[in-house]
């Protein structure tokens, strides 16, 4: 591992004495008024991350009213990003080439690149905007892409914080501090409905759907009045899951659903409870406020621990934790969580907030 860290930051500087040079020929453009600027946000990667983001848009919002912000997105989450307040407009990421030549036609003031990662791809976003007020991570030296590169101190806490600390680099007051999304639920509010969500953006977060469909029943067996929700998106490995439990369960309390990305936050908001993997669906559950109880395998804990109250986390501290692999041969940190486990975890939860028994 040491061998490795050496390699890692030899790698950086290298890269580091190659950048100097695009820094210093890309000139920035002169700051327009500042209650009237045009503000840019750079999140082209996932659900999770997008969530995670909903703080620094509230107070960049707050902080300037007039101003009118942007984000660049992959184009599934386009729909989503469109329906957050305080977004004016949504920008599709298809490929480098075409999102620097549109961020700079679009003349922005303030550019903040929000991936918290090595990768040089969003940095050089936000440098070839041109815009005066560039925030980013200095991760991995990555800092000299930025007038303002932001570097986090080593026990920080959560996502959301992390992100947080762009807004304080760039001066602007942070009030709120945990991702918060209002939005009209799917459901009358009258059914015990608990939903089910078995994906995982990668094969190593997943807890077997063998497992959630004994969870099903369980649940079914335990509380007749419950209904469930077992939700999965486009991938296919989301609808081998959703079918396999579905048909594990065979039962007309149990309903498949396969929502868009906007609907899902109104789906989730009428559940009493989301079951899931850490994934964007369980952020985006916290942000609408509805109690969670979520597996967490290869996923640092620092970083994405569920915010907000009623959200409980089953998980095992190995040796080998967290790995962040995509895939693992041994994925002894899920395989150890049994449905027994879960179980009681979910049943503690529904007494202490609903008093279901």
């Given at each position: 591992m040491k061998f490795k860290r050496v390699l890692l930051e030899l790698y950086y500087g290298l890269r580091w004495l190659l950048l100097w040079p695009l820094v210093l020929f890309v000139r920035p453009r002169p700051r327009s008024g500042a209650q009237h600027c045009r503000i840019l946000l750079i999140r082209p990667d996932r659900l999770g991350d997008l969530v995670m983001t909903l703080p620094l848009i509230m107070n960049l919002d707050q902080a300037y009213p007039q101003a009118r912000i942007d984000i660049l997105v992959r184009p599934y989450l386009a729909g989503i990003a469109g329906t957050i307040p305080g977004i004016d407009a949504v920008l599709e990421y298809t490929g480098a080439k075409a999102a620097v030549r549109e961020i700079r036609q679009r003349s922005y003031d303030m550019v903040f690149d929000l991936v918290y990662d090595y990768t040089l791809e969003s940095g050089l976003l936000a440098l070839f905007s041109r815009a005066p007020v560039r925030v980013g991570f200095a991760y991995g030296r990555r800092g000299c892409l930025f007038s303002h590169p932001v570097h986090v101190p080593e026990k920080m806490r959560g996502m959301s914080a992390i992100l947080l600390e762009q807004l304080r680099a760039a001066g602007v007051a942070v009030g709120v501090r945990r991702p918060?999304?209002?939005?009209?639920?799917k459901f009358d509010g009258t059914a015990d409905v608990i939903a089910l969500h078995?994906?995982?953006?990668?094969?190593?977060?997943?807890?077997?759907?063998?497992?959630?469909a004994g969870l099903g029943k369980s649940l079914l067996a335990h509380y007749p009045q419950v209904k469930l929700l077992v939700i999965g998106g486009?991938?296919?490995?989301?609808?081998?899951?959703?079918d396999l439990i579905?048909?594990?369960?065979?039962?007309?309390?149990?309903?498949p659903v396969f929502p868009e990305?906007?609907?899902?936050?109104?789906?989730?908001?009428g559940c009493k409870m989301l079951v899931c993997n850490n994934s964007?669906?369980?952020h985006l559950a916290a942000a609408v406020g509805i109690?969670?109880?979520?597996?967490?395998?290869?996923?640092?804990?620092?970083?994405?621990?569920?915010?907000?109250?009623?959200q409980r986390v089953v998980t095992r501290s190995l040796p080998c934790s967290p790995c962040a692999r995509r895939v693992c041969r041994q994925h002894e940190c899920l395989e150890q969580i049994s449905v027994e486990?879960?179980?009681?975890?979910?049943?503690?939860?529904?007494k202490k907030i609903y008093g279901l028994t």
């Open positions: 918060m999304l209002r939005v009209q639920s078995p994906g995982g953006f990668f094969p190593s977060q997943r807890w077997p759907a063998e497992q959630f486009p991938a296919p490995a989301d609808k081998q899951a959703v579905v048909a594990g369960l065979a039962s007309s309390r149990v309903q990305l906007e609907q899902l936050a109104g789906v989730l908001s964007g669906p369980l109690p969670t109880v979520s597996t967490l395998g290869p996923t640092d804990a620092r970083l994405w621990f569920p915010a907000g109250e009623h486990e879960m179980f009681g975890c979910i049943k503690a939860e529904l």
